[in-house]
């Protein structure tokens, strides 16, 4: 018997169905942890995911509202993308921020790292707080068609409890930095 933190799985084969510059998807043959044959797909993604919450002195914070393809409707999210693996994820955040908003910050604070569907996917996200923010011009990428809100924090913490904003690094960033707001650590 495995310890329970020890892998149980076997695999018996790989092949890459599918890969482009943002994702991979591999399928694999297994032999699960009761011992049986079966089949697990991985879909592996090429970039961390990146979130950040930007908060002014007056607790105001930015939203960021895109249409989604995949989900084929409009979200209202915190600003976010990706950051290439092997390079320094804060940098881009900083990007990002500036990217969707036009905001810089002069001070950043790591939030939360988290998974984003373990079940079949390697997405790692990282969180950010930026604080300190001076406003320039936005500069989106040509697949961004944006609209950015400042609001409340607080509006945005209600926002998440009567569920108007449903992407999960959002829900996570705005629920974890009302954590550090309630318990005066910002």
């Known amino acids: 018997m495995h310890h329970p933190e020890e892998n149980p799985w076997k695999v018996t084969s790989e092949q890459p169905v599918y890969d482009n510059p943002w994702i991979g998807l591999t399928e694999y043959k297994v032999i ?7 089949i697990y797909g991985k879909v592996h993604f090429k970039n961390k995911a990146i979130g950040v919450v930007a908060l002014d002195d007056e607790l105001n914070t ?9 989900l084929n ?3 209202w999210e915190i600003p976010e993308g990706g950051g290439p693996l092997g390079t320094d994820p ?11 908003t036009g905001l ?7 939030v939360q790292r988290m998974y984003l569907s373990n079940s079949v996917t390697d997405e790692h996200c ?7 923010l001076q406003q320039y011009e936005p500069e989106p990428e040509e697949t961004e068609q ?11 913490y209600q926002m998440v409890l009567d569920g108007e904003i449903l ?16 318990q005066g650590i910002i």
């Open 32 to 38: 699960n942890p009761s011992g049986n044959p079966g």
């Open 62 to 70: 930015y939203l960021v509202g895109q249409y989604r393809f995949v």
């Open 73 to 75: 409707e409009y979200s």
């Open 90 to 100: 804060l940098d881009s955040a900083k990007r990002e921020l500036l990217e969707e």
């Open 104 to 110: 810089k910050a002069r001070d950043w604070q790591e």
């Open 126 to 132: 990282i969180i950010y707080l930026a604080r300190g």
């Open 146 to 156: 944006l609209i950015v809100k400042k609001l409340p924090f607080a509006d945005v």
């Open 167 to 182: 992407d999960s690094v959002s829900v996570a960033a705005i629920l974890k930095v009302q954590l550090m707001l309630t």
